[in-house]
Nanobody
Framework: VQLQASGGGLVQAGGSLNLSCVAS????????VGWYRQAPGKQREFVTA???????NAEDSVKGRFTIARDNSKNTVYLQMSSLKPEDTGVYYC????????????WGQGTLVTVSS
């Protein structure tokens, strides 16, 4: 399984940025995909996720600003980020996980988001 993320870049505070991640390979169709981020000098943290059925979950600081969506026909997950803040800066990683007998998870290579003040 490979996850290819794209869409990162530099944006001013208050601006918007869209990320996408395409999954390829063999994986179970009942899965959860999402985004994590890692700020410089900090641990990777959960941002938001969506199940194949469309149920979403998000970290409190991004609720109301970030929107996750997926297109199962394209094996793609999207992250729309608005009202960006400097503390949103970090490397954003796409994540796919599912249970088939045991827990399996996969990570994308990461895409850098930099929010300037």
């Amino acid at each position: 399984v490979q996850l290819q993320a794209s869409g990162g870049g530099l944006v001013q505070a208050g601006g918007s940025l869209n990320l996408s991640c395409v999954a390829s390979g063999n994986f179970y169709e009942i899965n959860t995909v999402g985004w994590y981020r890692q700020a410089p000098g900090k641990q990777r943290e959960f941002v938001t996720a969506i199940t194949n059925g469309g149920l979403t979950n998000a970290e409190d600081s991004v609720k109301g600003r970030f929107t996750i969506a997926r297109d199962n026909s394209k094996n793609t997950v999207y992250l729309q980020m608005s009202s960006l803040k400097p503390e949103d800066t970090g490397v954003y990683y796409c994540h796919l996980a599912y249970y088939v007998g045991d827990y399996k998870q996969y990570w994308g290579q990461g895409t850098l988001v930099t929010v300037s003040s």
